[in-house]
């Protein structure tokens, strides 16, 4: 799976970003304030909008410091009995219906069904519920205007951010519900989808000869099932698995007399797991065996694996730190994901050669090379044992110890090196990983679960907020336009940045304007613009669009990176840092949305 | 005629003992298009006391500003100028709204809940626990009558239905000051009957009544002051029989009175300087007729009404 950035520790990470946040919070508190003043300041003259302004604010604080939790829930149950009302559950069943549905267009002969089956149903599920709450969250509190109703709600002791706070509180519990039901159903589709077995028919399994003639195993193949099938290959005491085909494999137990023997293939292993992988830091040495702090671009216009170049003293070194011998107690289970790039075809069914050595970071001692053949889209295991063969400075080879004598204080290097010469190897530093453990499935399931009910519950507060001063499907568009300015807003950031700059190799094309010149005269954006006053004038026009799209891409929350798919469907352990941080960034959002649409509402005459 | 008036603005009742609940000094409202320009004047600046225990009207034609004066009284618009002070307290001030029932013009309320559900969410509202919200909604719906319709959802309520569970949770928190604006409208002579006994009922139990109307009767009935309203400016103010007060017109009325005796009491009249001397039987309200028919109706079922026969006197 792709890790673009290291996740830090919650307790590093939560202060500096509670000061971004309280500085965030506190500019755009100063600009609404400013805002508030100017409008006022039309209508009754500065020192009264002054007063005004402080009053509101004042009483503002005092009723959000007033709130009764009866009152909120109150407000939270009309707004689930009016979500039953309006048939919300409808969505359950047109979720079933997908589900039925799915095993139409699902293919399960592709690389990894256990990963498509579950970013399907994690789509599916996301969409829904997110598009659920969105559609109640905004047409509420306007048709509750419009229908004069609120006029019976606000003549009562009833605080603006009660209003607020329970109608979020109320969408936010049918989504709840919605994507527990909805994970149940999803999960029980995942579990049912990739489950399969396998026959193994005697025939099909032929005895191994060694050249002295003693049968060492058998190997053979299974039944062709699901759309594929595995070799299998026996020990000489009669155990067998698999190979690892479609991200799984399935061990086998032999049971029966020679002449008659049984085969039962047990369930697929290695589809829904959670793995609890230990990340080192990766440096680069390039062709020359000299330091490098990145590899080779081959080209790729996402910049994320490094490459190395193969029959070259190339290579890709990963530091582990905080090894100990009573985690790995068997070795270092280490494991790789390896992207190939080839400069010539070569032989394409054979991957291409590698090696791998541990070596002690202080003294320099390696391990002999561990050599492996890197598959595409899988992830390759190997387990460096306890005793790993060295060669000594005389060419001799002595056995090591690889707690004793290649790890130092914690520390331990893995080496990895490209063999085939003009063939690269392409890494990056979530590749390679000790595999500490494996978390419960389940538990993963439900914590990406969560990583959607962080998206569903901004989404609801997001889609309040505006309908506290807009009307229902101006607060749609409002809060879909955020959700795609969050979506996008490293891109747009960069994009500003290249505006600002005039660097057009950070983003080419420039802003909406130029595109759309481009577009219309068809000039490519690698090509700059020949200078001239109306090109000048698009620019600066381009750069005023931007500005509040930068800005709003810096406050606005991005929800596809609360997503926590890629760790599930990749088989990964969601880090409990990351669900804290995704946590806490919700809830800042929350509390902003919900002071910003307490404050519009107070401000807004309900019966105009 | 010449009827007794107190033209201007002229505020404060003719006992100003009690205590001013409400409070308007000065206060209008413009309302504006999005640029700020005034569109329309609703309310000219309007002064006004509203003192414990009245049943006060506010009169006037469709557009006079008699909801617009609720509304800025309630919280529910911003005044454009002056203050509106409910309790002493401004009326934005959300904590009035403790001590105050409001029954809006049409009874906006969420049609998905049945009236039983309806009280229970405006008694969480005013924060009351569940003992309490489900003794003050049995009562308040046997009261209005509605106890075989309370399971029903709104949206299935006639008009009156409606209105009736409108003026249940008006009453759910037993107010100080009930706001009721066109508290008849919708209902049928019954009901309008039983509105305006409750109104008065709620003077008796010491509550203070704003109700705003332009059937004239209705208010008539029922209010101890009323203010005229007519194109967003006060034109009246006072207490009802001031207003109403014929000074120069002298009225006897008497039961048991022989035809012979008339001739004797206009000489008598016209000796003492009367002039346009009418002697006959007054006539009763068309509201009060039709009661009559309907109580007697529903006393002998299947017979003709006795009301055709004539109201009596007494």
């Known amino acids: ?608 | 005629m010449q009827a007794a008036s107190m033209a201007g603005n002229q505020a404060g009742p003719r006992d100003s003992a009690g205590e001013v609940i409400v409070e308007a000094r000065n206060l209008s409202k413009i309302y504006r298009d999005f640029w700020g320009r005034s569109k329309k004047v609703a309310l000219k600046p309007l002064d006004l006391e509203i003192r414990r225990g009245e049943i006060f009207g506010l009169l006037g034609p469709n557009g006079s500003g008699k909801t617009t004066t609720m509304k800025l009284l309630l919280g529910l618009i911003f005044p454009s100028s002056g203050e509106a002070l409910v309790f002493g307290r401004e009326a934005t001030d959300v904590s009035k709204n403790d001590r105050i029932g409001y029954l809006p013009e049409e009874t906006y309320l969420y049609k998905f809940l049945d009236a039983e559900e309806t009280l229970d969410f405006y008694g969480r509202l005013f924060d009351m626990p569940p003992e309490e919200r489900k003794r003050r909604a049995d009562a308040l719906i046997a009261m209005v009558g509605l106890g075989r319709d309370k399971k029903r959802q709104l949206k299935e309520y006639s008009k009156g239905m409606t209105r009736r569970i409108g003026i249940a949770q008006a009453l759910i928190n037993d107010p100080e000051l009930v706001l009721l604006d066109e508290p008849t409208s919708g209902l049928d002579p019954i009901g309008t009957r039983e509105m305006k006994d409750l109104i008065i009922d709620l003077k008796s139990r010491g509550k203070t009544v704003i109700m705003s109307s332009h059937l004239l009767a209705d208010v008539e009935d029922v209010c101890d002051r009323i203010a005229v309203l007519h194109q967003g400016e006060l034109k009246e103010l006072g207490r009802v029989e001031d207003l109403l007060r014929v000074t120069d017109v002298t009225q006897i009325r008497t039961t048991g009175l022989p035809e012979a005796a008339h001739a004797e009491i206009r000489e008598l009249i016209r000796r003492h300087g009367g002039e346009n001397v009418e002697i006959g039987n007054p006539t009763t309200t068309l509201e009060d007729l039709f009661l009559e028919v309907v109580r007697d109706t529903e006393a002998r079922p299947g017979r003709r009404a006795r009301a055709g026969e004539g109201p009596r006197g007494g």
């Open chain 1, 1 to 608: 799976m792709v890790l673009e950035e290291e996740i830090p520790k919650f307790a590093d990470w939560i202060g500096p970003a509670l000061v971004s946040y309280l500085f965030a919070t506190g500019i755009l508190a100063v600009v609404i304030a400013a805002v508030a003043w100017l409008v006022q300041s039309v209508l009754c003259g500065p020192l009264a909008a002054g007063d005004r302004v402080y009053r509101g604010v004042l009483s503002g604080i005092a009723d959000l410091a007033s709130m009764s939790p009866r009152r909120i829930w109150a407000l939270a149950r009309l707004a689930i009995q009016e979500s039953l009302r309006r048939n919300v559950v409808v969505v359950l069943g047109l979720f079933a219906l997908i589900v039925v549905f799915a095993g139409w267009f699902l293919d399960p002969t592709s690389v990894n069904p256990g990963r498509l089956y579950l970013g399907f149903i994690l789509s599916a599920t996301n969409m829904l519920v997110c598009l659920v709450v969105l559609i109640l969250s905004v047409f509420s509190l306007p048709a509750d205007i419009k229908a004069k109703a609120i006029q019976t709600v606000t003549t009562k002791p009833v605080r603006t951010g009660e209003i607020v706070l329970g109608r979020m509180l109320g969408f936010a519990t049918v989504g709840t519900v919605l994507l527990a039901l909805m994970g149940l159903v999803g999960w029980a589709f995942v579990v049912r989808s990739v489950r399969h077995g396998h026959t193994i028919e005697a025939a099909d399994i032929v005895e191994i000869k060694a050249e002295d003639g003693a049968i060492t195993g058998s190997e053979g193949r299974t039944s062709l099932d699901r759309g594929h099938r595995h070799r299998v290959e026996f020990a000489a005491d009669g155990s067998g698995r698999t190979d690892t085909v479609q991200g799984h494999r399935h061990s086998i137990t032999t049971s029966g007399e020679s002449g008659s023997l049984r085969y039962e293939v047990g369930p697929p292993e290695g589809l829904l797991e959670a793995r609890k992988p230990l990340r080192g830091r990766l440096r680069f040495l390039d062709r020359e065996g000299r330091p490098s702090t990145k590899g080779i671009s081959v080209g790729a216009e996402w910049s994320y694996r490094q490459y190395i170049e193969g029959g070259s003293l190339a290579a890709a070194i990963w530091t582990f730190s905080d090894i100990s011998e009573g985690q790995f107690p068997e070795g270092l289970p280490l494991e790789m994901i390896v992207r190939v790039f080839r400069t010539y075809k070569g032989d394409i069914e054979k991957g291409i050669a590698g090696s791998v050595r541990v070596r002690n970071p202080t003294t320099g001692l390696q391990s002999d090379p561990f050599y492996f053949t890197a598959k595409e889209f899988t992830i390759d295991s190997l387990l460096l044992p306890r005793t790993l063969a060295a060669t000594t400075a005389d060419g001799g080879t002595r056995q090591v110890d690889l707690f004793r004598d290649i790890v130092s204080d914690g520390r331990v290097e893995v080496v990895l090196q490209c063999l085939e010469p003009a063939q690269y190897f392409g890494v990056a530093q979530a590749d390679f990983y000790l595999r500490q453990g494996d978390g419960s499935f389940a538990a993963n399931y439900a914590k990406s679960c969560l990583g959607i009910w962080f998206s569903m519950l901004l989404m609801t507060a997001l889609g309040v907020m505006f309908s506290t001063f807009l009307a229902g499907p101006v607060a749609l568009l409002a809060t879909l336009s955020v959700v795609l300015v969050g979506q996008f807003r490293e891109f747009i950031q960069r994009l500003f940045e290249s505006q600002v700059s005039g660097d057009s190799s950070i983003v080419p094309g420039g802003g909406p304007i130029e595109s759309l010149y481009r577009i219309v005269t068809q000039a490519s954006i690698t090509v700059d613009l020949d200078p001239s006053p109306a090109v000048s004038a698009m620019k600066t026009l381009d750069t005023f669009l931007l500005a509040p799209m930068r800005l709003g891409a810096g406050v606005f929350p991005s929800l596809s990176s609360l997503g926590t798919g890629d760790f599930l469907a990749g088989g990964f352990d969601i880090p409990a840092d990351l669900l804290l941080a995704h946590g806490a960034e919700t809830f800042g959002y929350l509390l902003a949305f919900f002071i910003v649409g307490a404050f519009c509402l107070r401000a807004r005459e309900v019966a105009a």
